[in-house]
């Protein structure tokens, strides 16, 4: 009975944080979504993953229309544009697909912080399963130091609080990311609002405070961060080390030149992927392309849903006599199931690097992890083609790319559905998968609270054996 009445309790306790969540939200804003915008914004989002969406096959127990039907009554149900939108990323993340989102409008991403409590910051890292602090503010350092493990949250245990608040609006292809999320997202809500941790310090004491989100630009991250496009520095051994943390600026390729002369005089090179969420495929060909003497860079194969509206009416007819064998009854029912594909060949990328600037000889490590994603994962499946060009450190790749297709949704949020299906040229599926190192080096929480860069060093070990 008691434990009956205290899960009660519990229960009422979360009910009544939400509920203030929602009322402090309410007092932001009075933006209105009426009840035909919100049926609209559903059935937009349906519609568009209903034509276009890649990867059902990644999702073979969905029923895409009886999910639709489901959320109709729970979108009606919400009372402000939050609670929708809410209600909108549990509906996207049925889909489990890193390139399909739906995005809150800016006035209620401006109102929201996962990282800083005013003088106290946080940043949170799945390791081993658990959310661990890998990097705090410097004035309060020793209040939650790198190491702690968050273990409730508004004194709900970390794991059931994460299964009910956190992981049913994550998206996501691949379900070591979606761990990784859910620690990252872990302390996420308005700021302003007050929120509870209960934490296991390095020590094995256990400790419990009350946060507020409040974001002080003044307050330093104890680790600091950088925010550069592209990072070069010399590493033991003659050996450089350069990280490309994005491809979607064209800056990073020019910048990359510019550094040549120096790199051109290195016994080894490292590139570091592990920052670099995408951008374009095309700058990342074009820095691969000054490691190869092949003559074009070919990278993933890919594939695009068909839709023939006229075959689709013919394919209801078709399936009213599955008897008959015929290709064009064959064809039919496929467009009318919707699983025909328009295949796009293989990337290829013919704009290569002047010959005399390249480096093909000169031992190469590249490193990538969970966030290596989009264009970054493309650069990975073209370095592929190289076959022993490079060795590859770190942890499994983000596993999603794709071309989404954007739109506008209602109170001015906005979304996106994955409508490109990339493998391996050999057909080798990578989405969901995750690119693997040839080397997997994991991380440790001995690791943080050392501050060693394990995979740096393991790719520096192995370029040394090879400079040998």
């Given at each position: ?72 009554p729970q979108v009606l149900a919400t009372k402000n544009a939050y609670e929708y ?21 800016n006035y209620i991403n401006n109102k929201r912080s996962r990282r800083s409590f ?283 790319t794709g071309q989404p297709i954007p739109f506008s949704l209602p109170g001015g ?56």
């Amino acid at each position: 009975m008691n434990l009956i009445i205290h899960m009660s309790m519990k229960r009422l306790f979360m009910f009544l944080l939400v509920l203030n969540a929602y009322c402090s939200y309410a007092q932001q804003t009075d933006t209105v979504v009426t009840d035909a915008q919100k049926i609209y914004g559903l059935s937009r989002f349906w519609q568009e993953a209903n034509y276009n969406y890649a990867y059902f096959s990644n999702v073979p127990d969905l029923n895409w229309d009886s999910a639709y039907q489901a959320f109709i009554p729970q979108v009606l149900a919400t009372k402000n544009a939050y609670e929708y939108y809410r209600v909108l990323q549990r509906f996207c993340a049925l889909l489990k697909d890193g390139h399909t989102n739906v995005w809150f409008p800016n006035y209620i991403n401006n109102k929201r912080s996962r990282r800083s409590f005013g003088d106290i910051k946080l940043e949170l890292r799945n390791i081993d399963g658990k959310p661990i602090v890998v990097n705090t503010a410097v004035i309060t350092k020793d209040i939650v130091p790198v190491g702690s493990e968050i273990t409730s949250v508004n004194n709900i245990p970390v794991k059931e609080y994460i299964n009910e608040f956190v992981r049913p609006y994550i998206s996501q292809s691949a379900a070591y990311v979606t761990e990784d999320w859910c620690a990252d997202y872990l302390l996420e809500g308005f700021t302003g609002d007050t929120i509870r941790i209960g934490f296991r310090k390095p020590g094995n004491t256990f400790h419990s405070l009350l946060l507020k989100r409040e974001v002080k630009q003044e307050v330093a991250w104890l680790n600091p961060y950088s925010n550069t496009l592209f990072e070069f520095k010399w590493l033991p051994g003659g050996i450089a080390k350069i990280d490309l943390n994005s491809f979607d600026d064209k800056k990073i390729v020019d910048t990359f030149i510019t550094a040549l002369p120096a790199l051109q005089k290195a016994k080894g090179i490292i590139i570091d992927l592990r920052k670099n969420g995408g951008g374009s495929s095309d700058n990342s060909a074009a820095i691969l392309s000054y490691f190869t003497n092949d003559d074009s860079i070919r990278g993933s194969k890919w594939f695009t849903r068909e839709h023939r509206a006229s075959y689709k009416a013919w394919g209801t007819y078709a399936m009213r006599d599955m008897s008959d064998t015929s290709d064009w009854s064959k064809k039919s029912r496929e467009y009318y199931k919707g699983i025909v594909w328009f295949e796009g060949g293989q990337m290829t990328e013919a704009n290569m690097a002047p010959k005399e600037k390249r480096m093909t000889t000169v031992p190469l490590a590249v490193l990538f992890g969970h966030q290596t994603a989009s264009a970054a994962e493309d650069f990975l499946i073209m370095l592929d083609g190289l076959g022993s060009r490079a060795v590859t450190v770190g942890q499994r790749s983000f596993a999603s790319t794709g071309q989404p297709i954007p739109f506008s949704l209602p109170g001015g949020g906005s979304a996106r559905i994955c409508t490109k299906k990339d493998t391996y040229p050999d057909g080798r599926i990578f989405v969901g998968a995750g690119i693997i190192p040839n080397i997997e080096v994991n991380p440790t929480l001995n690791d943080y609270l050392q501050h060693k860069d394990v995979v740096v060093d393991k790719a520096v070990s192995l370029l040394q054996e090879k400079i040998k």
